[in-house]
């Protein structure tokens, strides 16, 4: 369960965020962000997620009290273009709050931990972090959900999913953990200047180590293949080469299933 008063007290030392909003239950984070007349500026919290969401349709299945699953609702004055620095600024953050967590640990060390283009976070390739940013264009508000497995122990094994205290060992402080992914936003928001947005995207592409690797990927249509990732591009997208034939596809023209 999240501490109410540790959070309160670390939000007066952090501009990124205003108020918060804290439930014990909640369908999904970003959907009651959506629904309710919530201020910019915002963090909604909860213990318990009963109908969490991923890109794509997908569900994001979370356990009661072992998992932090929050969303944040924020202004940002960018054009379309540049909606990608708003993912990079997330996922960027809380694999820095991550890596330090990680590397703090007895057992274990981050090089495992990666960002998976476009915005996942996995160590050794299991999926431990899942970011859903939503807008509604042409608006500049941004609902950004983070699922993050912390103390979970047990998934189903088609999620292909990892918790943090798998990995270093021990049950994590979720509240902490928190805390300081909410001090990386405020310490990072310079990074969110457009013109800051090519320091960003380096930063952003240091942590994505999947270049060079072989992935399978499956289309819009279905169709499953396997390719190299050749590079990330500014824009957002992604080159593959498929058969000797580099290809570029955006985020949501296909899904990594597999890196090695
Ligand atoms: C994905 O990996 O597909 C994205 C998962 C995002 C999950 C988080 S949990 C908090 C917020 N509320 C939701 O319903 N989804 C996001």
């Not at 953050?93 to 990680?102: D, G, N, P, Q, T």
């Not at 498929?242 to 090695?260: R, V």
Request: contains cysteine; proline residues 2%.
């Amino acid at each position: 369960m999240i501490d109410i008063d540790r959070l309160i007290n670390s939000l007066q030392k952090n501009d990124f965020l205003k108020s918060f909003f804290y439930e014990k239950t909640l369908s999904s984070t970003n959907d009651y962000i959506s629904a309710n007349e919530i201020a910019v500026d915002s963090l909604v919290i909860t213990d318990e997620q009963t109908a969490g969401k991923g890109r794509a349709g997908k569900k994001w299945l979370s356990e009661k009290n072992t998992s932090l699953t929050f969303s944040i609702k924020k202004k940002f004055n960018i054009s379309p273009a540049e909606n990608q620095n708003i993912i990079r600024f997330f996922s960027y953050c809380v694999h820095s709050a991550l890596k330090e967590l990680i590397d703090g640990s007895n057992i274990n060390n981050s090089d495992g931990l990666i960002i998976k283009w476009p915005n996942d976070i996995l160590f050794n390739g299991k999926k431990l972090c899942g970011i859903l940013v939503e807008s509604k264009l042409p608006s500049d508000i941004y609902i950004t959900g983070i699922g993050i497995n912390c103390n979970q122990k047990y998934f189903q094994a088609e999620l292909n999913a990892i918790s943090l205290s798998e990995i270093i060992g021990n049950e994590i402080d979720i509240t902490g953990l928190l805390i300081n992914i909410l001090d990386k936003f405020n310490s990072l928001k310079e990074l969110l200047h457009p013109e800051k947005s090519a320091i960003l995207f380096e930063k952003w592409k240091m942590q994505a180590k999947i270049i060079g690797k072989y992935c399978d990927f499956t289309r819009p249509d279905g169709k499953i293949n396997n390719g190299k990732i050749i590079d990330l591009n500014y824009d957002g997208s992604i080159t593959v080469k498929i058969n000797d034939k580099p290809e570029i596809f955006n985020a949501g023209e296909l899904s990594l299933t597999g890196i090695d």
